[in-house]
């Protein structure tokens, strides 16, 4: 076995590449170099308690799972589950969702996907706020995608698997990009969102989001995620329960609760 500054560097390497991240970024989110991050990823340097913190809420994981992957949220694609037990919290997303956060990311794309502010981050919270606005006027899913909570705010947990996906099959491009000499992660479309899977009531809150929120950039929709009650009611790193959403009040709440559910 390695040392624990050694097997700390391989486990950040791991999750680097697996989200897609280079080193320079890595070193943006820490506010240190590029060569220090390789020190620590070949185990030369250990992470501070402090920038291990700051790393894991950056990435969108616990400092538990970082540490031990056992503890880490594992995607599994229908399409993809293998039926071998593994010792991680698995959350295995049905066709029908897959192709719902689909088709949801790809009209999100077509609308506001080429506008500047609108990176990875940005795509986050949009989809949050569709999926909870959605389920708090109708008590149901749209997406029913599952967000956790970390400093950025919430973050779907299945958006990565389904990007890799959607690349792979030339559905979207990934483009790395700065906003404000900030990386940026950005998307753009390669097919046209198809709205057939989609119901008028669903089109309809995606619109009120864009238009709503989709003006913000990555710090200000991030911060007014953090004032949203879902996210406020739990805990660092946990899943955000949907049905906090009734809890919401003004500006968040999107619903007139003297009108029945239509």
Not at 1 to 21: D, H, K, T, Y
Not at 42 to 62: F, P, T
Not at 110 to 136: A, C, H, I, M, N
Request: proline fraction near 3%; include cysteine; hydrophobic fraction near 35%.
């Amino acid at each position: 076995m390695g040392s624990f500054n050694e097997n700390l560097g391989g486990r950040l390497r791991e999750i680097r590449q697996a989200r897609g991240l280079s080193q320079e970024q890595i070193a943006e989110m820490l506010n240190i170099k590029r060569s220090t991050v390789s020190q620590i990823e070949s185990g030369k340097r250990g992470l501070a308690a402090r920038e291990l913190s700051s790393l894991a809420d950056a990435i969108g994981i616990s400092i538990d799972s970082f540490i031990d992957p056992s503890k880490e949220i594992n995607v599994m694609l229908e399409a993809q589950a293998t039926g071998h037990a593994k010792e991680q919290i698995r959350i295995n997303v049905p066709q029908k969702n897959v192709r719902k956060f689909k088709e949801v990311l790809l009209y999100l794309l077509e609308q506001v996907g080429s506008r500047p502010s609108v990176g990875e981050t940005v795509l986050y919270k949009l989809l949050y706020f569709v999926d909870f606005d959605f389920y708090e006027k109708y008590e149901e899913q749209l997406i029913g995608a599952t967000y956790i909570k970390n400093q950025f705010g919430p973050t779907p947990v299945e958006f990565g698997e389904i990007v890799k996906q959607m690349i792979q099959d030339e559905e979207i491009e990934k483009v790395e990009s700065k906003y404000y000499n900030h990386h940026q992660k950005k998307y753009l479309p390669r097919r046209e969102a198809d709205l057939e899977v989609l119901k008028a009531s669903e089109i309809k809150t995606i619109d009120d989001v864009i238009c709503r929120l989709a003006h913000m950039d990555a710090a200000t929709i991030s911060s007014y995620s953090h004032k949203d009650i879902p996210w406020l009611t739990t805990e660092k790193n946990g899943i955000i329960n949907y049905e906090s959403v009734f809890y919401r009040n003004a500006p968040y709440s999107q619903r007139n609760y003297d009108e029945p559910v239509q």
